[in-house]
Nanobody, 127 residues
Framework: QVQLVESAGGLVQPGGSLRLSCVVS????????MAWFRQAPGKEREFVAA????????VSADSVKGRFTISRDNVKNTAYLQVNNLKAEDTAVYYC????????????????????WGQGTQVTVSS
């Protein structure tokens, strides 16, 4: 059974940075396409970024392009989300997700395409 465990988020000042990690157990991370989603209070879950297994092509939401970077370390079985220049509107619970399916890039932003989810980690951006 695949399990995803995210690192602790935290309280960050506007303009600050954070690196979230997601450790994959029960399977090799290289065999999965992985993604990050987030959900702010009172809002629907929102796609942040993903990379596809095999070719590792990446896709990200327009709202985070240039600020957030998704990456992976298959030796450590871990996916990362580097978040820079944080804004108040980035405050949310961030979720790691994985699927062993290979989707076209345009479909990788769909939450229903991912079978495995982490428990979520809170990121709060505030001064």
């Amino acid at each position: 059974q695949v399990q995803l465990v995210e690192s602790a988020g935290g309280l960050v000042q506007p303009g600050g940075s954070l690196r979230l990690s997601c450790v994959v157990s029960g399977g090799a991370s290289s065999g999965y396409s992985m993604a990050w989603f987030r959900q702010a209070p009172g809002k629907e879950r929102e796609f942040v970024a993903a990379f596809r297994r095999g070719d590792n092509k990446k896709v990200s939401a327009d709202s985070v392009k240039g600020r957030f970077t998704i990456s992976r370390d298959n030796v450590k079985n871990t996916a990362y989300l580097q978040v820079n220049n944080l804004k108040a509107e980035d405050t949310a619970v961030y979720y790691c997700a994985a699927t062993n399916s290979n989707y076209i890039l345009a479909a990788m932003s769909r939450a229903e395409g991912y079978e495995y989810w982490g428990q979520g980690t809170q990121v709060t951006v505030s001064s």
